[in-house]
């Protein structure tokens, strides 16, 4: 199971998954903020699809662009997956305690070798606010 720190509790969140490393960030675009999340898979691990399965919480939907769940391609080619989701209204990240919902990411990541593909899970604690 991935373990998750909040690096700076209000701009960037990061799990160790067994895909690689995964982090989301709030970051400032024009006059709004956008979150990015990114996964860079490790060595010999491959994302099939390289999509990125994204539901935010109900009552964080209206902050966010978008209609939810929804699968996003990452905007990259090769490298580490890329998604960026325009934001409407701030958000923040929170304390899996205390929140106003799990926004659920989902990725299928594969190893070389029958039988080595698996999907994996993060639940990333938001809040409405600055």
Do not use: Y
Not at 24 to 36: F, N, P, Q, Y
Not at 79 to 100: I, T
């Amino acid at each position: 199971m991935a373990q998750s720190s909040a690096q700076s509790p209000a701009r960037t969140w990061s799990a160790e998954t067994p895909a690689g490393p995964f982090t989301a960030t709030l970051e400032a675009r024009g006059k709004g903020e956008t979150l990015v999340l990114t996964l860079t898979p490790s060595a010999g691990v491959r994302v099939m699809p390289p999509v990125l399965r994204v539901d935010v919480p109900a009552l964080l939907r209206d902050r966010v662009t978008g209609r939810f769940p929804a699968a996003i391609r990452s905007e990259r080619e090769n490298g580490p997956l890329r998604a960026v989701l325009p934001m409407k209204a701030p958000v923040r990240f929170a304390d899996p305690d205390r929140n106003d919902g799990m926004m659920r990411v989902e990725f299928r990541h594969c190893r070389s070798g029958p039988g080595s593909c698996a999907v994996e899970r993060l639940d990333i604690p938001l809040r409405a606010g600055n």
